[in-house]
């Protein structure tokens, strides 16, 4: 076989292999840790109601196009689908609204995870503005980068899931999720939809990007990762 066959057959090897690593792992690209160099976290809170927090320079993430820049005085959040009224709000529409704060953990399919305070807005607070029509049962997130998940509209409401625009005290981090992550308490990674632009009320059932090609749909942590 010539040279340039057998450069040709390890190109293709090496293709087939990354390709395969992309679809068996819930995250594309692992960005690298925040530095202090890239953030002014002098403000960065170090623990919350006694327990301690991971600094954002620690803090292991993963996006499928690595990290998005959005403008804050252009962005707008829409909220359509089975809705009398459907909105579309600015950043500092968002902020206006009651905020909440808890400590979560966000622990990734992959085995990892971080503690952190997180700040921002609840779901309900936005839909009680909105007005969910009767039918609606899933919520499907849609984020600058193409990608989108869904949850239940029950465990939304039930658990007061936030959007949130705050970690340990500092406004969220580009690489983060700015302007909106959300804080999909006890539920894998891949449910964490960041750089939200959009949030689609619907009556049936939605596979995002890493659903769509095999995780499971459900997310809770200690659960499955595959659908069976």
């Known amino acids: 076989m010539s040279l340039k066959k057998n450069a040709v057959t390890i190109s293709i090897v090496i293709i087939s292999f990354f390709t395969i690593m992309i679809f068996t792992t819930g995250c594309v690209e692992e960005q690298e840790p925040v530095t202090e160099e890239d953030l002014d976290l002098s403000e960065e809170a170090k623990e919350f109601q006694g327990k301690e927090l991971t600094p954002i320079s620690e803090q292991r993430n993963n996006a499928i196009k690595g990290t998005q820049y959005i403008d804050r005085d252009t962005y707008e959040l829409q909220i359509k689908g089975l809705v009398e009224q459907p909105l579309n709000l600015s950043y500092d529409q968002l902020l206006a609204y009651p905020s909440v704060t808890r400590f979560v953990r ?110 499971s749909n459900n997310a809770d942590v200690g659960g499955p990762a595959f659908e069976n």
């Open 106 to 215: 966000m622990d990734c399919v992959e085995g990892w995870g971080f503690d952190a305070k997180w700040t921002g807005v609840t779901l309900n607070t936005l839909f009680n503005e909105t007005v969910i029509t009767a039918n609606a049962s899933n919520v499907i997130f849609y984020s600058a980068d193409g990608y989108s998940t869904s949850l239940e509209l029950e465990y939304l409401m039930e658990n007061e899931i936030m959007l949130a625009y705050e970690l340990n005290d500092v406004t969220l981090p580009a690489d983060r999720g700015f302007p909106l992550q959300l804080v999909a308490e006890d539920k894998y990674g891949y449910k964490w939809a960041k750089w939200i632009t959009s949030i689609e009320v619907t009556d049936e059932p939605y596979k995002g990007y890493w659903e769509s090609v095999g995780y």
